[in-house]
């Protein structure tokens, strides 16, 4: 196998265990470098794999059914493999003061759903970056965090 065919296999990994509905938090000892950094409009850049673990249980614990997956065909070139996603969760759990632009307060029970593309810089078989841009309005209209005009 070529770099960038090992490089789709690990990030399809990393999209399917650590975004996906089964979520498996050793997948970021196994696949993130030590000081990754994971950066989304919707949120703080978080730095790290104690970070980066920490971020995502506080997003599942609030959003218990959080899901993401493939819209297309991963494609790679050197160190860098693109994605395009969809996915979302519904808000049934504790309050959740991530978002950039404001909090919920416990279970809600609104729902988003959202797409976006996501560039993955990867060395030496580790995940480095993972940089996305996200239909974030969209998720924070579903949430009632910012209202359309």
């Given at each position: 196998?070529?770099?960038?065919?090992?490089?789709?296999?690990?990030?399809?990994?990393?999209?399917?265990?650590?975004?996906?509905?089964?979520?498996?938090?050793?997948?970021?000892?196994?696949?993130?470098?030590?000081?990754?950094?994971?950066?989304?409009?919707?949120?703080?850049?978080?730095r790290g794999r104690a970070d980066i673990k920490a971020f995502m249980g506080d997003f599942r614990a609030a959003f218990p059914d959080l899901a993401f997956a493939g819209a297309a065909e991963l494609i790679a070139e050197g160190d860098y493999v693109v994605g395009r996603w969809v996915g979302g969760g519904t808000h049934t759990g504790p309050a959740f003061s991530d978002f950039l632009i404001g909090s919920l307060p416990a279970a809600t029970g609104r729902a988003m759903r959202f797409t976006g593309t996501t560039v993955l810089r990867l060395k030496d078989g580790k995940i480095v970056e993972e940089l996305g841009l996200d239909d974030g309005v969209s998720a924070l209209q579903q949430l009632g965090l910012i209202k359309a005009v």
């Open positions: 196998m070529s770099k960038e065919d090992d490089n789709k296999a690990t990030v399809g990994r990393w999209f399917t265990e650590f975004w996906g509905s089964a979520y498996n938090p050793s997948v970021v000892d196994e696949l993130a470098a030590p000081d990754m950094l994971l950066q989304y409009s919707l949120h703080e850049p978080r």
